[in-house]
C-alpha cells in the first residue's frame, strides 16, 4: 500500500468567525463541505468519528459520509472510529455494502471499543458486557465481509444458520482494527488479518514502535504478510507555526477540559501544550513545521497511512476549512518531497 495522508473529524461542534456556537446541524453541513476540499485538494482519506455526546456533531458517520463520496471522485471516506459493542454488525454491514455499490473501493470502516460509553445506556447496553460485546460483534462482522453464508451463535443475539445478508458488497469492504495501544488489541488485529491504525494523542509517537513490532511478530508467527499500518494524531494547520498555535489553542483546551472532567485531568497549561507540540503528538504549525513532523513518525513507524485530526474542541469553522486546503496544497506535497529524500539517501 502506497503511502496515504488523510484527515479526521469528530464533528466537534464549531464556531463562526464571531465565537458563536453553531449548531449540529450545521456542523455536519460543514464536515460534508470539508470532505469534498479534501477531495479537491488532494488528500487521501477522510475519517468520521462516532460520538453521542454534545460536544461532537457526529452521531451517525455512514449518512455523511454518502453525502461525500457522491459529490466527490477520488477521496476514500472512512469512520474513525465505528464503536462495534453498541451497532449491530448485520445493520453495519449491510450499510457499507450499500456504499460500496454507491462509491466501489471508497467506503472504510474502522472497528474499535470507542474512548466513552454514552452509547451504552443510550442502546440499552450493560457496560458489564463491554468486552464480550465487542469480541462477539467483532467476530460476526469479520465472518460478514469474508464469508457469503454466515452461521453464528453467540451470548447476545439469537443463532444465525447459514444466513447471506443482503446486499452483497461488490468490492471487499476495507475493515481497519483501531487500536488505543492495548497489546492485545494489536495481536488480535494480525491474528484476524486486519490493517492496523493507531490512535496516538499523546507523547512521542516513537513509543508505539515496539507496537508496531509487535504486529509484525504476530503476523509472521500465524504466517501472513504484515497489513497496512496507520496512525490517527491530532494537529491543526494555518500559515505560520505562530498563527496555527494561537488559533488551535483555546478550542483546544476546551476539548480538553470538557472530557477532562468526567476523567480527573488537570487543567491544560500552556506550557504543557507547547511542549506536546515539540515534543509528543501534536501536529500544530505551518505547513512546514507540519509536514516535517508528519514525514518523520511516518519513516520511524514505517506508515502506509497518517491521519491528522483536525477538528479538536470549538474551533472556528473557517479555519477549519482553511486547515484543510492547506492540508492538501501545501503539507502532503511536502510529505511525500521529505519522504523521497530519506529515501535516498
Known amino acids: ?133 465487542f469480541d462477539e460483534k467483532y467476530d460476526l462482522f469479520l465472518r460478514l465481509i469474508r464469508d457469503e453464508q454466515v452461521s453464528f451463535d453467540g451470548q447476545h443475539r439469537a443463532p444465525l444458520h447459514n444466513v447471506t445478508v443482503h446486499p452483497r458488497a461488490q468490492t471487499p469492504i476495507r475493515t481497519w482494527r483501531g487500536v488505543g495501544g492495548s497489546p492485545e488489541s494489536v495481536i488480535s488485529a494480525a491474528v484476524n488479518d486486519l490493517p492496523l491504525l493507531m490512535a496516538i494523542i499523546g507523547g512521542n509517537p516513537a513509543r508505539f514502535a515496539p507496537l508496531v513490532d509487535l504486529y509484525k511478530r504476530a503476523h509472521d508467527q500465524v504466517g501472513t504478510p504484515s497489513q497496512p499500518i496507520g496512525v490517527h494524531s491530532p494537529g491543526f494547520v494555518a500559515a505560520t507555526d505562530e498563527e496555527a498555535r494561537e488559533t488551535y489553542f483555546e478550542g483546544y483546551q476546551k476539548m480538553h477540559a470538557a472530557i477532562g472532567a468526567s476523567r480527573g485531568w488537570p487543567p491544560l497549561r500552556r506550557q504543557d501544550y507547547l511542549h506536546e507540540i515539540e515534543n509528543g503528538s501534536l501536529y500544530v504549525g505551518s505547513p512546514e513545521t507540519v509536514a516535517q513532523k508528519i514525514a518523520s513518525t511516518v519513516s520511524v513507524l514505517g506508515l502506509s497511512r497518517f491521519q491528522l485530526k483536525y477538528s479538536s474542541g470549538p474551533q472556528k469553522a473557517s479555519a477549519l476549512l482553511r486547515n484543510v486546503e492547506l492540508y492538501g496544497q501545501k503539507v502532503i506535497p511536502r510529505v511525500r518531497e521529505i519522504l523521497t529524500q530519506i529515501d535516498a539517501l
Open 1 to 133: 500500500m502506497a503511502l496515504e495522508l488523510g484527515l479526521d473529524t469528530f464533528g466537534d461542534i464549531s464556531t463562526d468567525d464571531t465565537g458563536a456556537r453553531l449548531s449540529a446541524a450545521q456542523v455536519i453541513r460543514n464536515t460534508v463541505t470539508e470532505g469534498i476540499l479534501a477531495d479537491q485538494t488532494g488528500v487521501d482519506y477522510i475519517g468520521l468519528g462516532e460520538h453521542h455526546r454534545p460536544d461532537f456533531a457526529i452521531s451517525a458517520p455512514e449518512p455523511i459520509m454518502t453525502a461525500i463520496l457522491t459529490q466527490t471522485q477520488r477521496i476514500k471516506v472512512g469512520t474513525s472510529v465505528t464503536v462495534l459493542s453498541s451497532d449491530d454488525p448485520i445493520r453495519l454491514y449491510q450499510r457499507f455494502a450499500t456504499m460500496d455499490a454507491i462509491a466501489p473501493q471508497r467506503a472504510e470502516v474502522t472497528l474499535g471499543r470507542g474512548s466513552f460509553t454514552e452509547s451504552f445506556p443510550l442502546f440499552g447496553l450493560d457496560l458489564h458486557d463491554y468486552e464480550t460485546l
